[in-house]
């Protein structure tokens, strides 16, 4: 491969070259022919490749290939000037294509060279040129709403992260194309210029030096010299034609994948009425007129024959299609395998009736797709683990503005918004109250209330938190996925983080994986970290202290709380600010004794067998000391000795999911803690 590479590289140096040496070198006639041949050749291919592209990233190169193109017809215009001035001679390819395009004869070789110039300086260069500043200006403009077309169909799961980089990849590629080729016409339309100019100059010059060098009156000299000038221009222009031709082509042909000679054909002559009105136009024509009646009667029979076998195949397709269509369900029911795709259930669901939809249509202005990406940024972020693909859908059996998410396909929230409303919630200390929709925020279901966009501005300056319905939806699926995240995180997700850690630390991720521990027990490790809302992001710390400890123990319980200590620097900065004095609760001695000798060992891990009683007492004393530190404006933190943290926590976990259980070796040293109460029983 780096072989061809590197010919390949030496053939374009070799090109340019060429051009370089025809602009200082003079060549001969019989070497000028090769390099005239070989530029039409060129522009041929150039020509045919623009045609039958797919799509124009198939030639990003070209607007170097233009760039090429044009120098190597510059140098050959000079080097055949100059082969015309001091010669009177231009080789075969000039002289026959000044004597048989213009049929021998000077005024009529100047009159299709000035033709040929017309068609390509105010025709095509000018089309060429406003289509590719158009198209380049609107690509990028377009780039942004492509963007984010491209991150709502990855957070949808339409598309893959492989193919979502590489959409991302050609748009870049596109917009780089559209402005470069937009700064590329200008080559074409100079050296349309510069050929009108070469061509003046020659004329010029040669009746100059036919005259004064050689002797031969003004008749000879220009009959000579003019015929050997269009031929030049001729041979020049016919293969930059046939590049401006091209650059028409490749612009106009836009994004569009597709074969250029089959659609054109297919929507020019695929309707069969248009066949049939102009084969009887053409008939009229031929028979009410005098035009050649034969010609026009057969033109316009050929149009309606043709008219009649594209109704016939359309029909046929139709029909072929239709059977297709049939067999294709028939088989698809047929087909015990298919089922299988009934079967797979999404790990996050957004469900929302027709009046959310809005908010999640790019095209009407809704964010609610880009705010799903951000969430899962967050949680990556906050927590150190990926959020699966949340997939949105719209559900008419929903209450128009309702909306429900779901885990593994269970619902397990729900909540209502009111469209162009806005959700107004008191932080506590405000006393007047704003007059509106009595609701429930639903994310903590706290009291609010709805106001309209005419009341925002009032209920702000009061102090109100003042929330739009995408933040609401957005906030909710946030709390919803933090509580849910330990259950998310699958085995394969455990290996995709210890395949990340392994690139820089391979060595701690073999020692652990599987030597000490299986890829069930460290996951198992992460879901209790997370399940308490502990970050995993560390993942170097957690797989250090568990290659460790793995040795001593193989409980994960036992696994976790030791991470938990290693994490203690994170686990302080998180439940108790810097300096600042946090308010605890403590745990009875006695009662930590009492559930340590109700906890039992067995092969599958350890659980709690405590007197239903005895739980229902330090539960309730638990409820009284959390109501207390509630009532301060506190988080209720309770801190444990390290033994019976895990099983403490545990036990209280159904009653207060919220409550934080911290034991004293997850503690910084520098925290200062204040004990305001003790759970007893």
Request: net charge negative.
């Amino acid at each position: 491969m780096s072989i061809k590479l590197q010919r390949s590289d030496t053939m374009i140096a070799i090109y340019i070259l060429v051009a370089f040496i025809m602009l200082i070198v003079p060549l001969p006639a019989a070497l000028l022919d090769v390099f005239m041949a070989f530029n039409i050749a060129i522009a041929f291919t150039i020509l045919f490749v623009c045609m039958f592209s797919k799509e124009v990233l198939d030639l990003s190169y070209f607007p170097t290939i233009l760039l090429f193109t044009t120098i190597f017809r510059i140098a050959m215009n000079v080097s055949s000037t100059r082969l015309i001035l001091t010669t009177g001679t231009s080789g075969n390819v000039v002289r026959t294509f000044g004597e048989f395009v213009g049929g021998g004869d000077l005024i009529v070789g100047a009159i299709i060279f000035v033709i040929l110039i017309m068609i390509q300086f105010l025709v095509i260069n000018k089309g060429s040129e406003r289509v590719a500043e158009v198209t380049a200006r609107f690509t990028l403009d377009a780039m942004p709403g492509k963007q984010m077309a491209i991150d709502a169909d990855l957070n949808t799961g339409a598309i893959d992260d492989k193919e979502a980089k590489r959409q991302r990849d050609k748009i870049q590629l596109e917009s780089s194309f559209f402005g470069s080729m937009d700064g590329a016409v200008k080559y074409v339309k100079g050296d349309a210029v510069a050929g009108l100019l070469l061509t003046a100059i020659n004329l010029i010059g040669g009746i100059a030096m036919g005259m004064l060098r050689n002797g031969a009156d003004i008749n000879t000299a220009l009959n000579t010299y003019g015929i050997l000038t269009i031929g030049d221009g001729l041979v020049s222009q016919i293969p930059s034609l046939l590049i401006s031709l091209s650059t028409g082509i490749l612009v106009t042909k836009g994004g569009k994948e597709a074969e250029f000679g089959p659609t054109i054909i297919k929507q020019l002559f695929g309707v069969p009425k248009v066949m049939y009105l102009v084969g009887a136009t053409l008939a009229f024509l031929g028979i009410s007129t005098k035009l050649n009646t034969i010609l026009f009667l057969g033109m316009g029979l050929l149009f309606a024959i043709g008219g009649r076998i594209i109704a016939t195949n359309l029909e046929t397709a139709g029909l072929e299609q239709e059977v297709d269509a049939e067999e294709t369900e028939a088989e698809e029911i047929r087909q015990p395998e298919n089922v299988n795709s009934l079967l797979q259930v999404d790990p996050i669901e957004l469900e929302f009736g027709y009046g959310i939809i809005p908010l999640a249509d790019v095209n009407q202005g809704g964010d609610l797709l880009d705010r799903v990406v951000m969430i899962r940024r967050q949680i990556a972020l906050e927590l150190g683990t990926v959020v699966p693909i949340i997939r949105l859908r719209d559900n008419i059996q929903l209450n128009p503005n309702q909306y429900i998410i779901k885990i593994k396909g269970i619902q397990v929230s729900e909540g209502e918004i009111l469209f162009d409303h806005y959700m107004a919630m008191n932080p506590g200390y405000i006393e007047e109250e704003i007059t509106g929709i009595p609701t429930f925020e639903p994310s903590f279901h706290l009291p609010a209330t709805w106001i309209t966009e005419g009341q925002r501005e009032r209920a702000e300056s009061l102090g109100y938190t003042v929330v739009d319905p995408p933040s609401i939806i957005a906030t909710h699926l946030t709390e919803i996925i933090r509580q849910y995240i330990a259950e998310l995180l699958t085995r394969q997700d455990v290996q995709n983080l210890l395949n990340n850690l392994k690139e820089s630390n391979p060595s701690l991720v073999e020692e652990l994986v599987p030597k000490l521990l299986g890829l069930g027990e460290v996951q198992k490790v992460l879901q209790n970290l997370l399940k308490e809302g502990i970050s995993i992001r560390d993942l170097l710390t957690i797989l250090e202290t568990l290659a460790d400890y793995a040795g001593t123990t193989r409980d994960t319980d036992i696994l976790t709380e030791y991470v938990r200590q290693s994490l203690k620097r994170a686990i302080s900065t998180k439940f108790f600010p810097a300096h600042e004095t946090t308010s605890v609760v403590t745990l009875d001695p006695k009662v930590e004794q009492e559930i340590m000798a109700a906890v039992k060992q067995t092969e599958t891990g350890a659980f709690l067998n405590l007197d239903p009683a005895r739980a229902r007492a330090i539960i309730d004393s638990v409820g009284n000391e959390v109501k207390k530190l509630e009532n301060l404006g506190k988080v209720p933190i309770i801190i444990t000795s390290p033994i019976v943290r895990i099983y403490f926590k545990r036990l209280t976990e159904d009653y207060y999911r919220d409550l934080v259980v911290v034991s004293y070796n997850e503690v910084e040293s520098n925290v200062e803690l204040q004990s305001v109460g003790m759970v007893t029983a």
